[in-house]
């Protein structure tokens, strides 16, 4: 079974940059999609960038540009990792959020539907200051 662990986030100015970390332990399957939604508060869960494991990319038009999804899973472990990278880039008030990784394997789509994506990590908060 896989879990999906996140790292990063906190607080910054307008103008800033956080990197958030997605770390998958297991095996997984050779074609998945790991996502990145966030969920501002009082507001509904929405797509950020999704990232195959083929290298296909899809971000939403908010963050394209300023944002950047990539993984690795060349690092050495007993358990096999993969980590999901969101730079993010020129952050604006609006970027505020829980943000969220989420993995899927079963039936991966190049998606930024929160609802296609059926494993979660635990989510991260992202303040940004005017």
């Known amino acids: 079974e896989v879990q999906l662990v996140q790292s990063g986030g906190g607080s910054v100015q307008a103008g800033g940059s956080l990197r958030l970390s997605c770390t998958v332990s297991?095996?997984?399957?050779?074609?998945?999609?790991v996502g990145w939604f966030r969920q501002p508060p009082g507001k509904g869960r929405e797509g950020v960038a999704t990232i195959s494991s083929f290298r296909y990319i899809h971000y939403a038009a908010a963050v394209k540009g300023r944002f950047l999804i990539s993984y690795d899973d060349s690092e050495p472990s007993e358990i096999p990792k993969t980590t999901v990278y969101l730079q993010m880039n020129s952050l604006r008030p609006e970027d505020a959020a829980v943000y969220y990784c989420a993995l899927e394997t079963s039936r991966p789509v190049l998606t930024l539907n929160p609802g296609d994506f059926s494993s979660w990590g635990q989510g991260t908060e992202v303040t940004v200051s005017s």
């Open positions: 297991g095996v997984l399957p050779r074609d998945w999609v």
